[in-house]
């Protein structure tokens, strides 16, 4: 859905990442996971949706190693912006991991429950390798020590919108990623 620069000016603080630093960033991201992934012939990215679909698809347009995409849904009990900590399995990916190479592809850590659930459930269908790709980090957030393999940006404690993440599952589209006021949310 398209928002209008009316709509945007009304809920959008300030731009944190405009459309060039993430493209570049992404292009980054994607550089290093296609050396580190060089000699590896079984990769397989899982894409945690919706929040990663348009981060997801930018990186894997730019990996140069062969790989196989594939996606889950994940519901995190939200009531708004507050996270409960209890996830739960809405899709699961179509492909088996096991004895294969996995990339977790996520948008954002805020609590980490998100990412440690998800840790949780792939080590426990034993891939090969298991490492985790997030975009953005919010560290003063952070509830659950969680490894993150590879990061693209820390962003101060905002809700964001934009490039895949929502509120309330409108403003995805955005191509920025933008803090909104917080008497939108709040
Ligand atoms: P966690 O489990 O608290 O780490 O939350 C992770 C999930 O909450 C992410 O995958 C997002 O779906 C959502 N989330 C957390 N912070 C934001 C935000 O600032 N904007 C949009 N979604 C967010
Ligand atoms: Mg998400």
């Not at 570049?24 to 000699?39: F, G, M, Q």
Request: glycine letters at 6%; aromatic letters at 8%.
């Amino acid at each position: 859905m398209a928002h209008s620069d009316r709509e945007v000016a009304d809920v959008i603080q300030e731009v944190l990442l405009d459309e060039q630093a993430i493209a570049a960033r992404v292009a980054e991201l994607a550089e290093r996971i296609t050396a580190d992934y060089a000699e590896i012939d079984d990769l397989v990215l899982v894409g945690v949706l919706k929040g990663a679909f348009i981060f997801m698809a930018d990186l894997t347009r730019r990996f140069k190693v062969a790989h196989h995409v594939d996606f889950i849904a994940l519901s995190s009990y939200n009531s708004g912006t507050e996270s409960t900590g209890a996830v739960r399995l809405i899709m699961d990916t179509r492909t088996s991991v096991t004895g294969r190479n996995v990339l977790i592809v996520e948008d954002i850590l805020d609590t980490g429950h998100t990412l440690d659930y998800l840790l949780r459930t792939f080590s426990a269908r034993q891939p090969r390798s298991l490492r985790t790709c997030v975009l953005l980090s919010k560290p003063a957030r952070l509830q659950v020590k969680v490894p993150v393999d590879y990061l693209g940006f820390e962003i101060p404690d905002k809700w964001v919108v934009g490039y895949g993440l929502d509120f309330a599952d409108k403003y995805r589209t955005l191509p920025f990623i933008g803090a909104l006021k917080p008497e939108v949310y709040q």
